[in-house]
């Protein structure tokens, strides 16, 4: 079985193919970043209209590198959210088109349950049950997984997500768009020493999080020192080590409380280095495993929707004609595959 995997939830335009039995045959991505970054942030109505322009060029191509025609197609997967209405609706209408012209099975998936899976693109796969720490875009969760469709959401952010902090306080420092990246670059530099800030939520019970007072605080402390090139890679490390540490506190209470030894990050945020090295330190010595993607399956793409389809397809799932996107959707309601 051959599933095409159509990702289109904000920015970034992701087509692949995923094989049952070869794995992933093509993998194409189109990001918007250039689009946004004049005004510092996505635009809802230009994503939408890049997506339309893309999509299709960007099929005909996967089909190319992968050596298929439409036939060898057998069975379409798409983002249906959570994400841009407008963006969601491009990719879900053409998947759902597709789907009834090729006469195969068109299946909606979960963004964020895409992300979950993105670690069983990589060899070996994580077994379930695990913990999931999932930190893309407008989402930072923790989520028990101890199945496809089996989730139980454990904790998520009050206020900002990882990602939203980053790419704000980014900003906030002078730094370009998309600022998350060019910040952990930037805190590479930074003396670790010479700031500590807050691990916020860390000192009441719960798996909460808060990430907005924390990028205030950063901002603050700017403004309030010299705006040299080394204090703002200070203020930058001192952030960093803030967010990696409450991740790393909360994580090791969602594994207590569930018991489990596996812990798997995914999403934009779980590239980030610092994050994979001191999850690793904190897991290694209880036992324990960590999995994550490669750098180039963190951010949205169209494998990790491929993937998820192609795991509910093979159980005889799949989506009605009509085409329906939803912006905001809870994992807990997902089918359970019962496999």
């Known amino acids: 079985m051959r599933v ?44 939408s209209r890049d997506h339309g322009r893309k999509i299709i060029p960007l099929i005909q191509d996967t089909l190319v590198q992968a050596h298929l025609q439409s036939s060898d197609i057998h069975g379409v997967a ?14 879900a209408s ?14 909606a998936i979960h963004h964020m349950e895409g992300h979950l899976l993105t670690p069983m693109l990589e060899t070996p796969r994580p077994a379930f049950p695990f913990v999931a720490l999932l930190v893309s875009g407008g989402h930072t969760q923790l989520i028990s997984a101890t199945g496809i469709g089996e989730y139980q959401l454990l904790g998520e952010s009050v206020d900002d997500a990882v990602g939203e902090a980053f ?10 768009y998309p600022g998350g990246p060019m910040l952990s670059r930037l805190a590479q530099q930074g003396d670790p020493e010479r700031y500590r800030f807050p691990r916020p939520m ?56 569930t018991g489990f030894q596996r812990l798997v990050i995914a999403g934009g945020v779980s590239a980030n280095q610092s994050l994979r090295t001191r999850l690793g330190k904190m897991i290694f010595p209880r036992g324990g495993e960590v999995f994550f993607a490669r750098p180039e399956f963190c951010t949205d793409n169209g494998a990790m929707i491929a993937y998820a389809g192609i795991m509910r397809i093979k159980t005889g799932m799949k989506t009605e004609l009509a085409v329906s996107v939803r912006p905001r959707w809870s994992m807990e309601e997902l089918p359970a595959l019962g496999v």
Not at 79 to 88: E, M, Q
Not at 94 to 107: M, S
């Open 167 to 176: 790419d704000k306080t980014a900003k906030l420092l002078g730094l370009d």
């Open 4 to 47: 095409l995997g159509i990702e289109t939830s904000c920015d970034e335009t992701g087509v692949a193919i995923y094989d049952q039995d070869r794995g992933l045959l093509a993998n194409h991505l189109y990001s918007q970043v250039k689009l946004h970054a004049h005004y510092g942030g996505v635009v809802p109505e230009l994503a």
């Open 78 to 91: 798409y983002t249906a959210g959570p994400g841009l209405v407008g963006a969601l609706i491009v990719g």
């Open 202 to 257: 860390t000192n009441r019970p719960g798996l909460a999080f808060s990430f907005s007072g924390l990028k205030t605080f950063a901002v603050n402390t700017f403004r309030s020192s010299d705006h040299t090139h080394q204090t703002r890679a200070d203020v930058a490390r001192a952030f960093e080590d803030a967010v990696v540490d409450t991740l790393m506190i909360k994580c090791q209470r969602a594994l207590k409380l």
């Open 94 to 107: 053409v998947g759902r088109a597709l789907a009834y012209a090729w006469r195969v099975p068109a299946i």
